[in-house]
């Protein structure tokens, strides 16, 4: 019996298809890329130079500082360096309105800088930071500790010398020593190091709230990074720590570094709360917070007495402590309860990182000045019941200076939570039941 033609045919055609799809599904071999995590020599910047001040200014602390090229720099190192030996001051802030020639404010101003100046040059338009932090009881400590972190930036390692060895700067106008730092170094080296803990591996530049590492803080802790991106901001809590919010608290600016903020009390006299995990020293935060709300550094016998006055409170299983700081008030007497605080780092932040905190008591314990020997009124509500109408004058008057409640909370690695109310004392005292719930109420995973 023969075949038909057409039917071979068809029949070949089709076990040739079958054939030619089979040998198109074969699978690719992987193959493996190596990728370097540093750019190519021709095509890395040449040398970095910093030039960086500090200068102690009240209860604060003012940072100028510059980045780039070693030619960029050298042209305008002469009168950076004069700049800040020379600078004055407007309302406690530094005032830019007279600038070298060539200079011009940028208009930059975020969370953690004042402003931003321009300075071209043939190479390389610089950007020069102005920025700010609470000043910090320890001053060695607190420049070693910036100073440190900028050598970081420029893949330098740690110094354990005196100020990690920055030099002393004559500032005209500054209340105590300032510093200069002058650096040079590899930008791309720091870089890469941060390129290799993004896939795994630890960073190693000191973190700028305090002296742990960001491989020594708690994996789930983010970095605290200076002037981070407002576009990168969260608008909602971290889902690591869980609350139930008080009623009346209102959703408050969020930042990469806070994993929850709040405002609360009435809309024309509000205070603000954060939760911020940070580093820095107890005493350090107590001093700058005392500080913050009296206007000036503070004595030492108050930041001690603050300290031994710090309430022990227990969130989510862990012990920590609160404080609660009002400015001073009118009959020269000094209310300081503990307080700690955001190492603001740049603390600042450039110092230039965060830290804050409350808890459940709603007594408020009070520290006299150590040139008083006048005891102050422990009931701090305007109306409450007072023994003079000195007393209840007093009272009143201090109603809108600004106050702070704060509880901070100790984790591993040298980091602490800081759960912090800011802002006028009448405020600061009518939320303080509400804080206490507040705490009683939080969990986190970090």
Same mark, same amino acid.
């Given at each position: 019996m023969s075949t038909h033609p057409r039917n071979t045919f068809w029949f070949l055609l089709i076990v040739s298809g079958l054939v030619f799809a089979t040998g198109c599904e074969r699978t690719e071999p992987i193959t493996t890329y190596t990728i370097p995590t540093r750019a190519p020599a021709e095509l890395r910047e040449a040398s970095q130079r910093m030039l960086a001040g500090m200068v102690p200014h009240g209860s604060d602390v003012w940072f100028f500082k510059v980045t780039g090229p070693e030619e960029a720099i050298e042209l305008v190192a002469e009168d950076f360096r004069k700049f800040i030996e020379t600078i004055q001051w407007d309302d406690d802030a530094p005032e830019l309105s007279q600038l070298p020639e060539g200079w011009k404010l940028s208009g930059g101003e975020s969370q953690f800088r004042y402003a931003s100046i321009n300075v071209e040059t043939p190479s390389k338009q610089l950007d020069i930071s102005v920025s700010k932090l609470g000043r910090q009881a320890d001053w060695d400590a607190f420049v070693a500790m910036n100073v440190n972190r900028w050598r970081g930036q420029l893949g330098l390692?740690?110094?354990?010398?005196?100020?990690?060895? @920055?030099?002393?700067?004559?500032?005209?106008?500054?209340?105590?020593?300032?510093?200069?730092?002058?650096?040079?170094?590899? /930008?791309?080296? =720091?870089?890469?190091?941060?390129?290799?803990?993004?896939?795994?591996?630890?960073?190693?530049?000191?973190?700028?709230?305090?002296? +742990? =590492?960001?491989?020594?803080?708690?994996?789930?802790?983010?970095?605290?990074?200076?002037?981070?991106?407002?576009?990168? /901001?969260?608008?909602?809590?971290?889902?690591?720590?869980?609350?139930?919010?008080?009623?009346?608290?209102?959703? !408050?600016?969020? =930042?990469?570094?806070?994993?929850?903020?709040?405002?609360?009390?009435?809309?024309?006299?509000?205070?603000?709360?954060?939760?911020?995990?940070?580093?820095?020293?107890?005493?350090?935060?107590?001093?700058?917070?005392?500080?913050?709300?009296?206007? =000036?550094? +503070?004595?030492?016998?108050?930041?001690?007495? +603050?300290?031994?006055?710090?309430?022990?409170v227990t969130v989510d299983g862990r012990e920590g402590?609160?404080?609660?700081? #009002?400015?001073?008030?009118?009959? !020269?007497?000094?209310?300081?309860?503990?307080?700690?605080?955001?190492?603001?780092?740049?603390?600042?932040?450039? /110092?230039?990182?965060?830290?804050?905190?409350?808890?459940?008591?709603?007594?408020?314990?009070?520290?006299?000045?150590?040139?008083?020997?006048?005891?102050?009124? #422990?009931?701090?509500?305007?109306?409450?019941?007072?023994?003079?109408?000195?007393? #209840?004058?007093? +009272? !009143?008057?201090?109603?809108?200076?600004?106050?702070?409640? @704060?509880?901070i909370i100790p984790l591993e690695g040298g980091m602490s939570l800081f759960i912090k109310m800011t802002g006028p004392r009448s405020t600061v005292e009518e939320q303080s039941s509400k804080i206490a719930d507040f705490l009683a109420s939080l969990k986190f995973n970090l």
């Open positions: 390692p740690p110094s354990q010398d005196k100020w990690a060895s @920055a030099a002393a700067l004559e500032v005209e106008t500054a209340d105590g020593d300032s510093v200069w730092l002058d650096i040079v170094g590899d /930008a791309s080296a =720091s870089s890469s190091s941060m390129m290799g803990s993004a896939m795994g591996s630890s960073m190693n530049a000191p973190f700028a709230g305090g002296a +742990a =590492s960001r491989s020594q803080m708690p994996a789930s802790v983010p970095p605290m990074l200076a002037q981070p991106d407002a576009a990168d /901001a969260p608008s909602e809590p971290d889902p690591r720590v869980k609350f139930e919010r008080p009623e009346g608290w209102r959703d !408050g600016r969020m =930042s990469s570094m806070r994993m929850a903020a709040f405002n609360v009390g009435p809309e024309e006299s509000p205070a603000e709360i954060t939760v911020i995990p940070a580093g820095g020293d107890l005493r350090g935060n107590v001093a700058r917070w005392i500080g913050q709300v009296r206007g =000036s550094v +503070a004595p030492d016998e108050v930041v001690d007495k +603050a300290i031994q006055s710090a309430q022990l402590q609160r404080f609660f700081l #009002t400015a001073e008030d009118s009959s !020269g007497g000094e209310d300081a309860v503990a307080d700690s605080a955001d190492a603001e780092g740049d603390n600042g932040a450039d /110092a230039e990182g965060e830290g804050e905190g409350d808890a459940d008591a709603e007594v408020e314990v009070e520290v006299e000045d150590a040139d008083t020997n006048a005891d102050t009124d #422990t009931d701090t509500d305007a109306d409450a019941d007072a023994e003079s109408d000195m007393d #209840t004058e007093s +009272a !009143g008057a201090d109603a809108d200076a600004t106050a702070i409640d @704060a509880t």
